[in-house]
């Protein structure tokens, strides 16, 4: 899961106030949803690959989301290419009509689904599950379940150090996980034991919260504080400069 | 001296089991007590302690009768976090104990859960850091540790909270001889400096057996001995005067065996291995080998070793030296950035690992995380299940290496139900089972107790008699000399030293 540990990066975006990040990533799922155009969602799709490029991250890390997200696109355009009868025919074969206005329409919805999964991505590779649990304490919840989404995150990795070292076990032991055939057969091998290692993981993780206190008073101490930083208040500047252009351009449309 | 914590257990079974895990347990702990408590594996240790951190009944259902106090207070009236800061418990499965994203935030999540100011949270981090041997950690994540690193992280962690009471559970498999050695000293400095109480189960007594003031010896559920022991060659138990806390002791002879076979390994001559023939051609041949870990830098340099075909080797070294690194190198799990890895004639880079394992049995240094399956049986046979080989011939070939290594009567048992130690075998018959060549061992042994462990390396220097190939890794010297024909010493990811025999082995290791 080295996506979700890419939030190490020094950046100067990895560093900045996960305020600032909720605020990016709101507004532009925002913008996603009130965009309509192929174009605009392009640039949001643009702008999201620039930041990420420049918080020192590589675009390689959206590859398997663009990929799934294709998959679900193709099924998506050919079936609103059917069933939306609007604009020209592109393709007619025997009694089924590929039409122009429902490609489109599939294309958006495609690039909707890729821009909102790939900011959820950026979101999580900048913010530190730690940078997360001062946010939502931040904004007035409750410290007991602040710290979770964070340990939440956390036990992504773990849960893939869990199938990595299965499957590893496996291999070890002559099943063979080199075609995609055989690692969907591996996987079915796996999911079993995986299932049931995650649930005594969890049981025993949560024992040693208990043990390390978690739950014991209602509010708990940080190590480190949010604060605004010039940082902060020039990465605020840029991207409410950033969504006035986008509203713009979005009303003008 | 007022009692910091009291134990009167009756009974203590676990639901859907009529059978007593402790029975008649009475003991009172003091504060700057040193205590080790043994017993041969399911003797009920484990569960004792988890009764003693209040794990068991407040988080754990079983049926107890009886009370366990601390500080005067029933522990059953309590919620476990508030025995944070007073009783600390590490168990032996590390990872579970890390669960935040760095180190830092890891060692810190106890004294911030209490409310402790993050000025002195910083000071305690950075002590228990310095303590356990971690500086420059602070931002290293779980999954870049090596397996005894993580252990140290985890008895940082439970340091940081500063408990009165430190409950440690098997805290120090897999931890190098020096290193272990290092944090008992520590820990026998705190209890008799800072008052603090320590309950040590290892089964490695040697490390500190000096520094340990009272022993606790366990055997089906209770307690047989609670005292001293006095390691001079003339004494008995028979000598001791009983337990302080007036638990029944059984007769003298038993429990004198038990103690002394735990202390060390009978160190006679007829258990050193003849020196090997080197005249033939290796199995395994490793030139010029270097690999680096992008995530944590970590990187064996320049790796260079011939393993002779029937050789039983041992390999050992500090945490972190890089031992499980290179013998993943063996079997395919690593590919090297340089250098070349030949085993059987076989060259490891054009080989996928399920090619190699025909030739390469792969024991894991965790053996829970390579059950896959839901009965012993089904977890031995699956290797031969991969080669289709007919299910009468793998009914057998299972039957014969449940035999061997002596888990008939848990054939049909979930691997989860198993003691760690069993499970360790469980681990090993699955490696050995397939008959190949080489088998690569990630320490077989380390959660098993004497007769367990004494067995399994008979085994296994039996295998290595019968002209199979054995590369081990190992914290154990005692091992390493005395099973094992060579012995390489690793130390930050380069093979320091090739010992013959055994030969000035803590010398070279810097024991």
Not at chain 2, 463 to 488: V, Y
Request: proline letters at 4%; one cysteine or more; glycine letters at 8%.
């Amino acid at each position: 899961m080295k996506l979700l540990l890419a939030h190490s990066g020094d950046s100067i975006i990895h560093q900045l106030d996960p305020r600032i990040k909720v605020a990016w990533l709101i507004g532009n799922c925002t913008a996603v949803f009130v965009s309509s155009g192929i174009l605009q969602l392009s640039l949001i799709m643009a702008s999201i690959a620039v930041t990420t490029i420049a918080s020192r991250v590589s675009l390689r890390i959206f590859l398997t989301v663009f990929k799934i997200s294709l998959l679900i696109g193709v099924q998506l355009v050919l079936l609103l290419g059917v069933l939306r009868p609007e604009g020209q025919i592109l393709v007619e074969v025997a009694f089924v009509k590929l039409y122009a206005g429902g490609v489109t329409a599939g294309i958006q919805g495609w690039l909707r689904l890729l821009d909102l999964c790939c900011l959820l991505l950026q979101f999580v590779i900048w913010t530190s599950p730690e940078d997360l649990t001062l946010l939502m304490a931040k904004l007035g919840i409750p410290h007991r379940y602040a710290v979770l989404p964070g340990l939440a995150l956390r036990f992504l990795p773990i849960l893939e150090k869990d199938l990595k070292v299965t499957l590893e076990t496996l291999q070890t032991r002559g099943l063979a996980l080199t075609s995609i055939s055989q690692k969907c057969k591996g996987l079915l091998t796996v999911v079993l034991p995986l299932v049931l290692k995650a649930l005594k993981r969890s049981k025993e993780i949560s024992l040693y919260m208990e043990l390390k206190g978690y739950g014991r008073y209602s509010t708990r101490t940080f190590l480190t504080a949010l604060s605004f930083r010039r940082q902060d208040w020039v990465g605020l500047l840029g991207i409410c400069s950033y969504f006035a252009v986008i509203t713009a351009w979005v009303c003008s449309a | 001296m007022e009692q910091l914590l009291t134990a009167r257990i009756d009974k203590l079974s676990y639901q859907g089991s009529p059978e007593a895990v402790l029975q008649n347990v009475c003991l009172d702990f003091y504060p700057g007590e040193f205590i080790h408590l043994r017993g041969p594996n399911g003797s009920g240790k484990s569960a004792l302690c988890r009764c003693l951190a209040g794990i068991i009944p407040l988080f754990e259902s079983a049926s107890l009768e009886g009370e366990v106090l601390f500080c005067g207070r029933n522990l059953s009236g309590l919620r476990l976090p508030q025995l944070a800061g007073e009783i600390g418990f590490i168990g032996h499965d590390p990872q579970n104990q890390l669960f935040c994203a760095t180190l830092k935030e890891d060692l810190a999540f106890g004294p911030c859960s209490l409310l402790v100011e993050p000025i002195e949270v910083e000071d305690r981090v950075k002590r228990a850091l310095r303590f356990f041997g971690l500086s420059g950690y602070e931002n290293r994540t779980s999954e870049t540790l090596s397996g005894g690193e993580i252990r140290r992280a985890a008895l940082a962690s439970a340091w940081t909270l500063d408990p009165k009471l430190l409950i440690l559970d098997r805290a120090f498999d897999q931890i190098d001889a020096r290193t272990h050695r290092d944090i008992c000293c520590k820990l026998a400095h705190m209890c008799n400096e800072m008052g603090k109480t320590v309950l040590l189960v290892d089964a490695r007594p040697k490390a500190f057996a000096s520094l340990v003031q009272r022993t606790i010896v366990m055997k089906e559920g209770t307690v047989v001995y609670d005292g001293k022991i006095d390691r001079s060659p003339a004494h008995t138990l028979s000598h001791k005067t009983g337990p302080r806390s007036g638990t029944m002791l059984e007769s003298a002879s038993t429990v004198s065996l038990e103690v002394d076979q735990t202390s060390t390994y009978p160190l006679t001559a007829s258990k050193r291995r003849e020196p090997h023939d080197y005249s033939i051609d290796p199995i395994i041949s490793v030139k010029g080998l270097c690999f680096t870990y992008p995530e944590s830098g970590f990187a064996l340099k320049d790796i260079t070793f011939d393993v002779f075909r029937g050789e039983f080797v041992a390999i050992v070294g500090e945490n972190g030296a890089g031992k499980t690194t290179l013998i993943k190198h063996l079997n395919g799990l690593l590919r090297p950035s340089e250098g070349e890895v030949i085993v059987n004639g076989l060259a490891v880079k054009d080989h996928t690992p399920e090619q190699m394992s025909g030739h390469v049995g792969y024991l894991f240094q965790d053996p829970l995380g390579q059950v896959c399956f839901n009965t012993v049986r089904e977890e031995v046979g699956f290797g031969l299940k991969t080669r289709r080989i007919h299910p009468q011939e793998i009914a057998q070939r299972v039957d014969q290496i449940l035999k061997r290594l002596d888990l008939m009567d848990v054939a049909n048992e979930h691997p989860y139900r198993l003691p760690h130690g069993k499970l360790q075998r469980v681990a090993l018959a699955s490696c050995m089972v397939s008959g190949a060549e080489i088998l690569v061992v990630d320490e077989p042994t380390s959660a098993m107790d004497y007769p367990q462990n004494w067995g399994t390396l008979e085994i296994l220097s039996q295998i290595s008699s019968e002209g199979r190939t054995i590369l081990m890794i190992t914290h154990d010297q005692g091992i390493a000399s005395h099973f094992c024909h060579r012995t390489f010493v690793m130390n930050k990811g380069r093979i320091v030293t090739d010992l013959a025999g055994g030969r000035d082995l803590e010398a070279a290791s810097g024991a």
